[in-house]
C-alpha cells in the first residue's frame, strides 16, 4: 500500500495525559498537511510540513500541540495534557502539488 | 480569509437516480482550484473530482461531474446513476493556486452533506 498511513486509528486518554500520533505520508510528496476534524464538521488546517520545516500553523494549534518532521519523511504530532476538547479525528494528508491525498485519520478520545 | 458554504446537510437519492449537491465560496483571488471528497462512514477522505478556476470546462469524472460558475462562486456536484456504495459525507474544497511555500496551500472545506442512497 502506497497510500497515506496514520498510526495508531483510535486512541483513547485520559484528561491530562499526552498523546502522540504518526503519520507517514506517500513517499514522494514533500507536503505534509494535519487537520482536525469535530464530529459532522469539515476538516479545519492545523498545521504544515514542506520537507523537515514547519512553515505555517493554525491559531487553532494552542502551545500544547507540536509537530514535528524530522528528515522530511514521517511527521508526529503530539497533544500534551490533553482536554476533553481535543476529542476529534487527527487527519494527514501528503501532496507534491495540488493535489492533497489523506489518512485514514487518528481517532482521538479524552476521557 | 476564504470560506466554503455547503447548505444541505443530508440529501437521500434512490438508487441509479441523480443528486446534486451546492457549494459555494468567497475568495477576492482570480486563480484556484475547487475539490470535491468523499469520505465514507468510517473511512478515508478520497478526491471525486478537481477543478482549476482558469479552466471554463467543467470537469467529469466518471459518473461525476461538476458545474462551475465563477461569476457565481458557485462549484455543485451532480452524482449520476447513484450507487449504494456512493452513500458518504462529500465536502466541497478551496486552494488557492498561487504557490506559496511558506503558507502551503492548505485546503479550506466546506461543513460536508451528507448523501443517503436508498435501494
Known amino acids: 500500500d502506497t497510500g497515506v498511513s496514520q498510526d495508531p486509528r483510535h486512541k483513547i486518554t485520559k484528561r491530562g495525559q499526552n498523546v502522540t500520533f504518526r503519520c507517514d505520508p506517500i513517499?514522494?510528496?514533500?507536503?505534509l498537511y494535519w487537520y482536525r476534524q469535530t464530529l459532522g464538521q469539515g476538516p479545519e488546517f492545523l498545521t504544515y510540513?514542506?520537507?523537515?520545516?514547519?512553515?505555517?500553523k493554525s491559531r487553532l494549534l494552542s502551545d500544547r500541540f507540536s509537530a514535528e518532521r524530522p528528515k522530511g519523511s514521517f511527521s508526529t504530532l503530539e497533544i500534551q495534557r490533553t482536554e476533553q476538547g481535543d476529542s476529534a479525528m487527527y487527519l494527514c494528508a501528503s501532496s507534491f502539488r495540488r493535489t492533497q491525498y489523506f489518512g485514514p485519520g487518528t481517532r482521538l478520545t479524552v476521557l | 480569509a476564504q470560506t466554503v458554504t455547503q447548505s444541505q446537510p443530508e440529501m437521500s437519492v434512490q438508487e441509479a437516480e441523480t443528486v446534486t449537491l451546492s457549494c459555494t465560496y468567497d475568495t477576492s483571488e482570480s486563480d484556484y482550484y475547487l475539490f470535491w471528497y468523499k469520505q465514507p462512514p468510517s473511512r478515508q477522505m478520497i478526491l471525486v473530482i478537481r477543478q482549476e478556476a482558469y479552466k471554463q470546462q467543467n470537469a467529469t469524472e466518471n459518473r461525476f461531474s461538476v458545474n462551475f460558475q465563477k461569476a457565481a462562486k458557485s462549484f455543485s456536484l451532480k452524482i449520476s446513476d447513484s450507487q449504494l456504495g456512493d452513500a458518504a459525507m462529500y465536502f466541497c474544497?478551496?486552494?488557492?493556486?498561487?504557490?506559496?511555500?511558506?503558507?502551503?496551500?492548505?485546503?479550506?472545506f466546506g461543513g460536508g452533506t451528507r448523501v443517503l442512497v436508498k435501494p
Open positions: 513517499s514522494e510528496h514533500n507536503r
Open positions: 510540513f514542506q520537507n523537515e520545516a514547519q512553515l505555517e
Open positions: 474544497a478551496y486552494r488557492t493556486a498561487v504557490e506559496i511555500k511558506a503558507a502551503g496551500n492548505k485546503l479550506t
